[in-house]
């Protein structure tokens, strides 16, 4: 098992950022504001009262090095949030919008048989994440293992009714993928 301090401070920042930005901001005293805000300064006093001091320079460093680009800072950079993700009830604010014809889901071999009988679900989030990107769907569905890529036939999806949104980092969300719209890419 691996220790706290054997993980780099950079990714603990990142998990504690998502723990409290996507599920738990009352364990700090944090409310969200509307799309899903924290005012930077709240957040970092709010860590440092919980034991976890952060630099304004450490977040604005975590932030941007973040390979899934996972949190934002609003235009003036007084306000930061996670950009997906939330099993919180939240309104991220954002617009409907027209999806590239296909997109892709990464995720572990095991959910396949469930997936190819009931679809993509979102599951204990607010929607299912999907991406434009073959390496990134790839990485994300190899988190526990041996992964697998499904094609999603977001046009035929629009064409029917779903509502898709695009948040700040290009991750595509939408409430669910029904099975018929769904092709696994390889074995």
Known sequence: MTSDLQIPRSVRISKYLSKHLRHQPERLGLELLPGGWVEVDS???????????ISLFELQQVIATNDKQRFAFNDSGD????????????????????PPDLLYHGTHLQAVTAILATGLQKMSRHHVHLTTDLTMALKV????????????????MVTNGSNFYCTDNDVWLVDAVPPQYLVRLGS
């Open 79 to 98: 306000l930061i949030r996670a950009n997906q993700g939330h099993s919180i009830d939240v309104d991220l604010q954002l617009l409907v919008q027209t």
């Open 43 to 53: 957040l970092l006093a709010a860590a440092s009262k919980n034991g976890f001091e």
């Open 141 to 156: 569905g190899g988190r526990r293992g041996k992964g697998t890529i499904f094609a999603v036939d977001a046009i035929s």
